[in-house]
């Protein structure tokens, strides 16, 4: 069965720096697009990060282009969201999501970690 | 960025009730609508895609409509393990968008 296990939150200063990563398994994982959504504390959820099977396409949020940066080891299995100047509206709990369907960009999200919690806060 | 909006925000019913969210998106999206249940302190769990298409697993009390701009996600006799949050998401285009979500909650 499909497992997505994030890692890599904690607590920040505004300004600093994360690398989340999300362990895959259970699927083919260079079949499949991979994203970040985050949920804000009792909010709802907001679409962070696309990246293609391959690596060769990314999409960002507007909210955090420029600041974030998506990418996957296909090797190890692992997606990772580098988040840098990080601002306390990013604090949320980070779920990493898998592709509904393979070899596609269809941003339907069939599976789901449990998330990790980013908290920045000085 | 396409907007989604659902309707209600919250909800209060009661086992056995028949219960109707509904979504509307800020332009046509044709079927692209995908709907989530989130239970406190769990991940969300993909119901349905393709605004009317059951993912595995998910009982058939649970059903969707709609095309265009106007949805619907619909439980037919609300179970115990169905107080939840609900969201619809548009995958018609990037970036994806989600409504503010649904609460339905025990009468």
């Known amino acids: 069965q499909v497992q997505l296990v994030e890692s890599g939150g904690g607590v920040v200063q505004p300004g600093g720096s994360l690398r989340l990563s999300c362990a895959a398994s259970g699927f083919t994982f260079t079949k499949y697009g991979m994203h970040w959504v985050r949920q804000a504390p009792g909010m709802g959820l907001e679409w962070v990060a696309y990246?293609?099977?391959?690596?060769?396409?990314?999409d960002h949020a507007d909210s955090v282009k420029g600041r974030f940066i998506i990418s996957r080891d296909n090797s190890k299995n692992t997606l990772y969201l580098q988040m840098n100047s990080l601002r306390a509206e990013d604090t949320a709990l980070y779920y990493c999501?898998?592709?509904?369907?393979?070899?596609?960009?269809?941003?339907?999200?069939?599976?789901w970690g449990q998330g990790t919690l980013v908290t920045v806060s000085s | 960025d396409i907007q989604m909006t659902q309707s209600p925000s919250s909800l209060s019913a009661s086992v056995g009730d028949r219960v109707t969210i509904t979504c509307r998106a800020s332009q046509s999206i044709s079927t692209y609508l995908n709907w989530y249940q989130q239970k406190p302190g769990k991940a969300p769990k993909f119901l349905i895609s393709?605004?009317?298409s059951l993912q595995s697993g998910v009982p058939s009390r649970f059903s969707g409509s709609g095309s265009g701009t106007d949805f619907t996600l619909t439980i037919s006799s609300l179970q115990p393990e169905d107080f939840a949050a609900y969201y619809c998401?548009?995958?018609?285009?990037?970036?994806?968008?989600f409504g503010q979500g649904t609460k339905v909650e025990i009468k």
């Open positions: 999501a898998k592709e509904d369907k393979d070899y596609g960009d269809y941003f339907a999200f069939s599976s």
């Open positions: 393709a605004a009317s």
């Open positions: 998401q548009q995958s018609y285009s990037s970036p994806p968008t």
């Open positions: 990246i293609r099977s391959d690596g060769g396409h990314k």
